[in-house]
């Protein structure tokens, strides 16, 4: 495929592994051994296994039809809210873990921004015996205290991130740190399609399963296997890549990249990378991300802890800059809307994150016979709080539709 990662990591200019030496032998490792893995026969038997018998797999295709009436267009609803843990993390956690085990390593460590790939990690750590150390901002944990509670009860140790704001990039910088430290028996796992060689395109593969099963889903359900349309919120790329990606040599299905836009882009208060930023290196990785003049990454904001990110993955990057994927922005108030909107019409509360794709629905004129398939890649337990903050600021009807 004309989309694909060459030797070095590269995806046209973006990519590449800008690490310290310290970690060189670790990536090395990883980069030499994780495509034989993945093609491995026993490797992908375990993986799917686990993936149908543990996380809840194939997550449904759901035809949502009271929200395609309002749209006037039909909308099928990517159902990776259903997944054990809530979201789409767990496909890449599953497959991460198994690949560490298959290279003897036998301590875990990730970082997490809302904790959702925190618990994800935890849980597979549980799973398979192995030690967790789960980085966070210390930030972070006081606003997400019950994903803390999940990942302490499963067993993690959960260190605070102090320096920086104690966010999620602060928690990367310290979960690197670490490896370089412990450089024998400790695998880092990564939890979005960032990061140095190989991890973008690992994590762009384990999540593929996504677009895998959308398109026998979709034959299933309308006799053709390609929508129209496809939409996914972005953080870092995971949930995307994994639901663009066999999809991307088929030109006439649109691809679209919803970003964080915040309070709005030209607020500073933002987290719309792909308008905002520039081509950098941010976490071994040179791609597109906020920074200053000086070259100073710069703080991201977005009510979504989970698009709350000032970089996005370097495929996603390339696959922007070569027209394959259109980026869009949403704001923190047309996200809340949207996530009202669905719950109302459909009885699904969504994470705060997939409200953003949603949100588009409402933006695009769509046609009446266009197929469009949006990854709802969460639900919203963990973001009651901010619903309800909302609701109680809102007039008795505006929410209502
Ligand atoms: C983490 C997360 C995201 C953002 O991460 P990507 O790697 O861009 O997918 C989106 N939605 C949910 C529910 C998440 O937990």
Redesign the pocket.
Known sequence: MKYKVNKKGFYGEFGGAWIPEMMYPNIKELRDNYLKILGNNEFNKTFSSLLNDYAGRPSPLYHAKRLSSFYNTNIFLKR??LNHT????INNTIGQILIAQRLGKTRIIAET??G??GVATATVCALTGLKCTIYMGKLDIERQKPNVLRMKMLGAEVVPALSGNMTLKDATNEAMRDWINNPIGTYYLI????GPHPYPDL?AKL?SVISREIKWQLKEKTGKIDPDYII?????????L?SFYHYLNRKHVKLVAVEAAGKGIDTNESAATTVLGRTGVIHGSKTVLMQNDDGQITEPYSI?A??D?PG??PFLAYLGKSGRVIFENITDNEALKAAFTLTHLEGIIP?L??SHALALLGKVKFRKNDVIVVTL???GDKDMAAYISYLEKQQPDETRI
């Open positions: 990776e809210d809530g979201a789409h993390k921004g809302a959702q790939h939890g979005s399609a960032v994590v999540q996914a919120c972005v953080g870092g790329g995971s949930n995307a994994g979504s989970g698009l990110y996005i993955g994470a994150e997939p890649s969460g639900r």
